[in-house]
């Protein structure tokens, strides 16, 4: 490991690294200067240099933070004698850097560099900005002078301030290595032309350097104003309130009135702070303007301290020569503390930025010779991602929703599953459509039985019902395909937005080439269906089967209506009986013969109901039955029901009378509209019609069982599956073409400036890291 003393030099390196590539996210160990305006920051900033550089002013004078780096050099050092012979560099030196060698006048001292037997003075103090790389400023009245126009530059001629920093460093042989930052001063009134906001500004401003866990904060507070107070130390304590990291260093005390000392303040009586207070005296505006220099100042400071009847017991700890010796040492301390910190962080920036790097890609030149096969690569890996998402075996499978090959298997099993069996076989049926539908498929002649017709022809449409939902399928699983088509891209395919486009293009129009053939084959199943009605099928009902639940369901219906009259029969008869009890009570006479009578009416009605129910429910149900087969007693029932006809409307047969609307089943509710339509239900139209509904929902349950299967079978066959086999061959028959080439490997221009800004970054922390090696 070096010496200690090259440690602020390194991280002044680290700091250069990071500024040159405009990152600042390594929270390098600093010195940060805070204090209200006119608290005497500047003066001990110009008196650890030992020069007037600083701008001078009321208001606000420092409007952006300067970063302000010494660096103490050797008087022999290469480095001051190297540069002072160049003649480039002592131009600058005369120009100061403000002005460009053309715009400014040959002085005495350039015509004498021209005589070779001329010897310039050799300068050792110097500053240069990292704004202005390679100039040097041995004037220090022209640092001035960049330091306020860099600032107009950026945070304009006005009063506002701005977070961008100056960088300026000071090499001289009088300085100790030190980095500081100097901060814009505290205000908390806006003076003149100052904003509005400009107490929140400067706070925010002053946090955000402050805030550092590695920032040490050097609170600057005049003795002439009272501790408490203070806005440094107030502000201080909100970011360290235990005062671990906070320098006090007390301003002005020679201004202090008679009679009073900031000795309990110095000593950390009074605020106590682990790094402890240093006091100094500043020079006076009147030394300034007398030129008084700044070593004669220092002089000055340590004769008062010495010679002062409370500070002379402290004299040793006072003074900007004791302060500059204690920042250089606590900075040291502090740097050499937090730099395993900053290593390891550096070193975890260099791993994520290397991840970053690979994500974009690889920057080789790609030839001629390896188009063809960088093309190709990126076909296959789309193609096996295309269809490993699809089977479920991708390494990138979402764990936050269903997608791909799930997807698919959840349109299959759950919504067409559940929109097949939300379709009622018989809500667009009415009864009167049923019986309208057997009367037209009989003709003129009266049936012996239901038609067969009459089922095919109402079977028919319901199972074109399920044609609808089976097309949405074939759609939601397309859509699918297409969405996991899009989502087949990688990093590395982003690279070249055209080769990423056209692959999706190729395969979208492959998905497209199939849906229609997919759509005609689903359409084609439901016409097989309706093409052929097989009341054979295992599952199919026998009409002698359906008739008897039909049947058996009436009896049953018939039993409990009967029981339910049973029942509020005897509940008339029990209030009956409690009301002729009552009237006994108040009548005795006639209470015997109502008893009497009340039991035989009783027990007769009793008696017949129970012998008579059941056969005649019997008879009924057998009669029934056999009246719908074999059609007893048909003559007669269509004799009596053309009587009633007759009777109720005469010329309801008439050929006058006859309208269109006579025969249709749907216009009973027209007024004017007098067909047999009109007439309510017999016990025959009432069967025939439960019968074929019944018939109709069984067989159309079959149908829509069988296309539930077949449905999702053809579309994994003629779609999923198709696209599966043929998206490799279809990629490389329309795009591995060799004209091609040039157009889809050109390269995207935003993620090359990308990649490009990574490779800097990476070579920037890697050169940081490689400083901070050589000490560790």
Not at 95 to 114: A, F, M, Q, V, Y
Not at 156 to 177: A, T
Not at 511 to 531: C, F, M, N, Q, W
């Amino acid at each position: 490991m070096s010496s200690l003393e090259d440690l602020i030099p390194v991280v002044n390196k680290l700091q250069d690294v990071m500024y040159d590539a405009g990152i600042d996210n390594l929270d390098l160990p600093v010195l940060a200067v805070i204090g209200s305006q006119s608290s005497g920051k500047s003066s001990i900033l110009e008196t650890l240099v030992g020069r007037d550089f600083l701008p001078r002013g009321t208001g606000i004078v420092t409007r952006r933070p300067l970063v302000l780096q010494l660096n103490n050099i050797d008087p022999d050092s290469p480095l001051v004698h190297n540069h002072n012979n160049s003649s480039s560099t002592s131009l600058d030196g005369v120009n100061g850097g403000s002005e460009s060698h053309e715009e400014r006048e040959l002085t005495l001292e350039d015509h004498l560099r021209k005589n070779t037997n001329y010897k310039p003075e050799v300068k050792n103090e110097w500053g240069e900005f990292l704004h202005i790389p390679g100039r040097r400023f041995y004037d220090f009245s022209e640092i001035r002078r960049e330091i306020e126009n860099e600032t107009a530059r950026i945070a304009g001629k006005e009063k506002g301030i701005s977070r961008i920093p100056i960088n300026l460093k000071i090499y001289s042989p009088h300085v100790l290595n030190l980095t500081l930052v100097d901060l814009p001063g505290i205000t908390k009134v806006p003076i003149g032309e100052q904003p509005p906001d400009i107490e929140k500004q400067i706070e925010n401003l002053i946090l955000e350097y402050v805030a550092k866990p590695n920032c040490i904060i050097l609170a600057i507070s005049p003795a002439n104003v009272d501790l408490v107070n203070s806005e440094s130390l107030k502000l201080a304590r909100e970011i360290d309130p235990h005062g671990k990291r906070t320098i006090g260093v007390i301003t002005k005390l020679d201004l202090m009135d008679q009679g009073t000392n900031a000795l309990d303040i110095l000593s950390g009586k009074l605020y106590p702070l682990k790094l402890g207070f240093v006091g100094v005296v500043n020079r006076s505006q009147q030394d300034i303007q007398q030129n008084k220099s700044v070593e004669e100042a220092l002089n000055s400071e340590e004769e008062f301290f010495a010679k002062h009847p409370v500070y002379r017991t402290i004299s040793t700890r006072c003074g900007t020569r004791y302060l500059a010796k204690l920042l250089n040492q606590v900075l040291m301390n502090h740097i050499r503390e937090k730099l395993p910190d900053i290593k390891a962080r550096l070193n975890t920036l260099v791993g994520q930025t290397e991840q970053e790097l690979a994500r974009y890609g690889d920057n080789k030149i790609i030839t001629q010779e390896n188009r063809a096969g960088l093309v190709l690569q990126l076909m296959n890996k789309f193609a096996t991602k295309f269809i490993s998402s699809i089977d479920g075996t991708s390494s990138e499978i979402s764990t936050k929703e269903l997608c791909g090959g799930a997807r698919i298997y959840y349109i299959y099993n759950t919504l067409f599953g559940k929109s097949l069996n939300f379709i009622n076989p018989t809500s667009n049926l009415s009864m009167n459509d049923i019986r309208t539908a057997i009367r037209n498929s009989t003709g003129p002649r009266p049936s012996l039985f239901v038609p067969e017709l009459a089922f095919d022809l109402l079977v028919k449409p319901q199972i074109k019902l399920l044609l609808d939902p089976s097309q949405r399928c074939v759609e939601l699983v397309y859509e699918e395909l297409m969405k996991i088509c899009h989502n087949c891209g990688s990093p590395e395919l982003a690279r070249y937005p055209k080769l990423q486009s056209k692959l999706i293009e190729v395969v979208s129009e492959l998905l497209r080439e199939r849906l229609g053939p997919t759509r005609s084959y689903v359409e084609s199943l439901i016409d097989i269906h309706k093409a052929y009605i097989n009341t054979n099928h295992p599952n199919f009902p026998s009409a002698t089967e359906a008739m008897a639940e039909i049947v058996e369901a009436r009896k049953n219906r018939k039993l409990a209506d009967k029981r339910q009259k049973q029942r509020e029969a005897e509940n008339q008869m029990l209030l009956e009986s409690q009301q002729k009890a009552q009237q006994a009570a108040r009548n005795p006479d006639v209470a015997d013969d109502n008893d009497q009578d009340l039991k035989i009416d009783s027990d007769s009605t009793a008696t017949s109901e129970n012998d008579s129910d059941d056969d005649v429910d019997m008879k009924h149900s057998k009669d029934s039955f056999l009246n719908y087969f074999f059609g007893k007693d048909q003559k007669n029932n269509s004799s009596k029901s053309t009587t009633k006809q007759d009777y109720n409307n005469k010329d309801s047969f008439g050929l006058e009378g006859l309208q269109i609307q006579d025969f249709k089943g749907n216009d009973a509710g027209n007024e004017e509209s007098n067909t047999d339509s009109d007439v309510g239900f017999t016990e025959r139209e009432e069967l025939e019609c439960e019968l074929i509904r019944r018939l109709i929902v069984s067989y159309f349950s079959i149908v829509r069982e069988m296309i539930e299967d077949q449905v999702p079978k053809a579309v994994m066959c003629l779609l999923v599956n198709y696209s599966k086999e043929s998206v490799q061959n279809r990629l490389v028959t329309k795009l591995y073409k060799e004209q091609l080439f040039d157009e889809l490997l050109m390269e995207d221009q935003t993620l090359a400036q990308d990649r490009e800004k990574c490779v800097k970054l990476l070579e920037t922390y890697q050169k940081a890291s490689s400083i901070i090696g050589d000490i560790l």
